[in-house]
Structure formats: C-alpha cells, structure tokens
C-alpha cells in the first residue's frame, strides 16, 4: 500500500488537510495525536519517559503535558532524547494501523518529516504551506500561546522553502475553499501516479 506523509510547520494547517483528505475516504494517522495517546497507555512508555523526567511526568496516572512542554522547551538535547523514546514506537504503531486499511493510499500526518530524516520511508510527501504571519496569527489563537514560544517554534522546524524542495505536492493552505481544491487535485494526481506505477 502506498504511503504518504503530511508536513508542514505549526500553524500551516496540516490537520485541516488531513481532514479534507478524510472527506474523499482516505484513511488518515495523527501522529501528534497517537503519540500521545500511547505516552499515556503504554506502560514502556511511561517507564521511559519517567527515567527520562522524573516522577514529574505524569500527574495523577496522566502524562504532565505542561511540565514536558517547559521541560523541552529550551533544552533540545532532552527533545531529542523524548523523540529517540517516543517516535519508534509511534512508527511501530503507525504499521499495525496501516496493515489493518484498505485504501489505495494512507495518509500520516506528522509535524517532522524532514527534520528526523524519517521522510526517507514515504512514497509521497505533501507539504502544507501559509505565510509566516498566518501561520503565528493561527497559532496563538489556537493555542492561546505567546509570540515568543510561537517563533522559537518555527525557528527548530526547516523552512517551507526547504521542505517544498524535498516534496512531491505542496498545498498553499490560506483560505478553505482553494485548500479544499488543491487537495482534490492532489488527490487525483496520486490516484493517477498509483495507476501508473
């Protein structure tokens, strides 16, 4: 079965895409949302994780998202080493669901791609694209999340130039409607390319 992947930086909508997708009956993979659904039920995980933190890391039996979020904030060595624990056994995952679908093609949507080299295991990468200011307008709406935080987030991810260069469709994601019509596009370019190959 053919992969892709979805990226794109915080704030470019990548979620909304993945939706759009889901609406033509392609099966969709949030890895922001397994990940953390399997830090809070996987008890190797959770083992992990708190040799990592410490007993910090979960509050009443839950993963302690706030505390992780400013734990790894300004230390990317401790991002790194939270991603080395986490990322295999989200694609461990992420396998099992696969083998379980019957599409032509499914879709993970993952925030780093490119930066953890992992876009290397995919047929095809889109890349989902807004103007800075969109994107950080987006963002701490969203999030309700400081200026600050939102630009120190975007300066660890590649810029959109970079990931566009490396990927097979780019989806300009600033208004619904030419987004939903892109992706209708890049759908049926997909299908085609399957027919192909």
Same mark, same amino acid.
């Given at each position: 079965?053919? $992969? &892709?992947?979805?990226?794109?930086? !915080?704030?470019?909508? /990548?979620?909304?895409?993945?939706?759009?997708?889901?609406?033509?009956?392609?099966?969709?993979?949030?890895?922001?949302?397994?990940?953390?659904?399997?830090?809070?039920?996987?008890?190797?995980?959770?083992?992990?994780? @708190?040799?990592?933190?410490?007993?910090?890391?979960?509050?009443?039996?839950?993963?302690?998202?706030?505390?992780?979020?400013?734990?790894?904030?300004?230390?990317?060595?401790?991002?790194?080493?939270?991603?080395?624990?986490?990322?295999?056994?989200?694609? /461990? *995952?992420?396998?099992?669901?696969?083998?379980?679908?019957?599409?032509?093609? &499914?879709?993970?949507?993952?925030? !780093?791609?490119?930066?953890?080299?992992?876009?290397?295991?995919?047929?095809? @990468?889109?890349?989902?694209?807004?103007?800075?200011?969109?994107?950080?307008?987006?963002? !701490? %709406?969203?999030?309700?999340?400081?200026?600050? /935080?939102?630009?120190?987030?975007?300066?660890?991810?590649?810029?959109?130039?970079? %990931?566009?260069?490396?990927?097979?469709?780019? @989806?300009?994601? $600033?208004?619904?409607?030419? $987004?939903?019509?892109?992706?209708?596009? $890049? *759908?049926?370019?997909?299908?085609?390319?399957?027919? /192909?190959?």
């Amino acid at each position: 079965m053919i $992969t &892709v992947g979805l990226t794109g930086g !915080i704030g470019s909508g /990548k979620t909304t895409v993945a939706r759009a997708f889901e609406a033509l009956g392609i099966p969709i993979y949030i890895a922001d949302d397994e990940a953390k659904r399997l830090m809070n039920t996987s008890k190797v995980l959770k083992r992990k994780l @708190i040799a990592l933190f410490g007993e910090v890391a979960y509050k009443d039996n839950k993963l302690n998202r706030p505390y992780l979020a400013k734990a790894i904030f300004n230390d990317k060595g401790l991002l790194e080493k939270m991603n080395a624990i986490v990322h295999p056994k989200v694609g /461990k *995952h992420f396998i099992k669901w696969k083998n379980k679908q019957e599409a032509t093609y &499914v879709i993970k949507e993952a925030a !780093i791609l490119f930066e953890n080299g992992s876009y290397k295991n995919y047929d095809y @990468i889109i890349t989902v694209t807004a103007p800075e200011k969109t994107r950080i307008a987006r963002v !701490i %709406k969203r999030d309700n999340a400081s200026l600050e /935080k939102v630009k120190a987030i975007i300066a660890n991810q590649w810029k959109d130039e970079l %990931k566009a260069s490396l990927s097979d469709f780019v @989806i300009v994601n $600033t208004n619904l409607e030419s $987004t939903q019509q892109e992706v209708l596009k $890049t *759908h049926q370019k997909l299908l085609n390319n399957i027919i /192909k190959s």
